[in-house]
């Protein structure tokens, strides 16, 4: 009997310790953080993606992770495309969107060589979107932005465990900014071409556990996209 009770502390004692931490925001102890986790990656960019109707280049710069093990090598020193399914994209391109875990861009006007980059920030770009409605109603051209820009979680990545913010950049890739405040996850977002606005929520953790639920506060926002050096408006529709 008493063998029997110290297998189950045992055992309760493990299920303890492997319990799962879904916080999305870890206070920080003594400035100490989780390491960095490891992974067989390599800064890489994309060729560059054309904005159609525009005369701008995209040149999408991300984290490759590489899989193969045997050597890929040709007898010249290239690379042999034939033995890869893929082309070392880090980037996946479907009409006016580009997803992908991308680190930066680098704008490009198609009569020029210059590529400047949209930001020298650490950051992951989920999802970007040219708002090609806005362009051919008002000529303003702008780009959103689905960001990971700090690890809110503490475990050494940038990644979809962290919180989530929304930017804005003008077509040339200048005046990226962030709209939503900080240490608030972005909920959802829309244009409404007939206001001109672009409207996005997120929500904030008010009881400060890290979790997010229905006992935090939703926060509603507009940007007005006829300026372009609009700042996003907190409403209040509750």
Known sequence: MKNCITVFIIIISLSACTKTDNRKVVEQIDGITKEKNERKTVVMADLPIHI????????????????????????????????????????????????????????????????????????????ILFLRKVFKKNGKGYFLYEVIDKD??????????????????????????????????????????????????????????GEFNKKDKMHYFYLDLNNENAKAVEYYPI
């Open 52 to 127: 159609d109707s525009t005369s701008y280049l995209i040149h999408p710069i991300g984290n490759y992770v590489f899989s193969r093990n045997k050597s890929d090598y040709s007898e010249y020193g290239s690379y042999r495309s034939d033995s890869y399914s893929n082309t070392f994209d880090v980037t996946s391109n479907s009409g006016d969107r580009i997803t992908g875990d991308i680190s930066n861009l680098k704008f490009q006007n198609v009569n020029s060589n210059e590529l400047k980059s949209l930001t020298e920030n650490t950051v992951s770009i989920r999802s």
């Open 152 to 209: 809110t979680n503490a475990d050494g990545d940038l990644d979809f465990n962290d919180l989530k913010s929304i930017y804005i950049s003008n077509l040339n890739g200048t005046a990226f900014r962030k709209l939503s405040p900080h240490l608030q996850d972005l909920v959802t977002w829309k244009v409404i071409l007939e206001a001109n606005k672009l409207f996005f929520k997120s929500i904030e953790d008010t009881d400060r556990n």
